[in-house]
């Protein structure tokens, strides 16, 4: 199910800076008599989301920062073996430089528990606009910034291995999108107008 969520203004000395989240999740539960093979769950591709691009009426974007989540379960009545995966993280089919997650659980008997390598239950990257280039492609600035929504993807398929009888596997998968720019400022004008309104309310009490 895909969230929306904005953040309240966050002020940095004399700077002010604010972010807006986007999300949304994966739950596949799928149950497998026996397997005597490699079974895939699902193929490479299957994680990704269509999360909104930046709204740049909201400022100037800053920075962008990627976190996907990961948690699973794989039971069975007999067996052992392994859950594996593996693939690298992408916005609109482009690789984030330096993110990748992978791993696996298992080596014994059942029930298997996953995560991310480490046991860790997220990765997350935050990538400056102003290292475009550098640290990241300038097509998923251009995705990121041209309106409409982005696929974000974490490439990698779910492969369980060695032998279960009776086999039931739960992933839950979520990725969240959180830009961080700064707003812009409030025009003149309407500025002037406030402090206008103010002058003639303190005149007032006089």
Do not use: H
């Not at 290292?131 to 990121?144: E, K, N, P, S």
């Amino acid at each position: 199910m895909k969230k929306y969520l904005f953040s309240a203004m966050l002020c940095l000395g004399s700077a002010k800076a604010a972010t807006v989240s986007y999300s949304d999740s994966f739950n596949v539960n799928e149950s497998y008599a026996s397997i005597t093979s490699p079974q895939e769950v699902f193929s490479a591709g299957y994680l990704t989301a269509q999360l909104p691009a930046f709204d740049a009426s909201l400022g100037t974007l800053e920075s962008f920062t990627i976190t996907w989540s990961l948690s699973g379960t794989l039971d069975a009545s007999s067996g052992g073996g392994s859950v594996g995966y593996v693939g690298d993280f992408l916005i609109a089919s482009t690789t984030l430089t330096g993110a990748s997650g992978g791993g696996g659980g298992g080596g014994g008997g059942a029930p298997v528990s996953f995560s991310f390598p480490g046991g860790s239950t997220s990765f997350s990257y935050t990538y400056n606009v102003a290292d475009v280039g550098t640290t990241f492609d300038q097509t998923i600035l251009d995705a990121l910034t041209g309106g409409g929504d982005v696929d974000v993807t974490w490439d990698t398929p779910f492969t369980i291995s060695s032998t279960f009888t009776d086999a039931n596997i739960s992933i839950n998968a979520s990725v969240d999108l959180t830009y961080t720019y700064s707003p812009i400022p409030e025009p003149s004008s309407a500025l002037l107008g406030a402090a206008a309104i103010g002058s003639a309310f303190v005149r007032r009490r006089r």
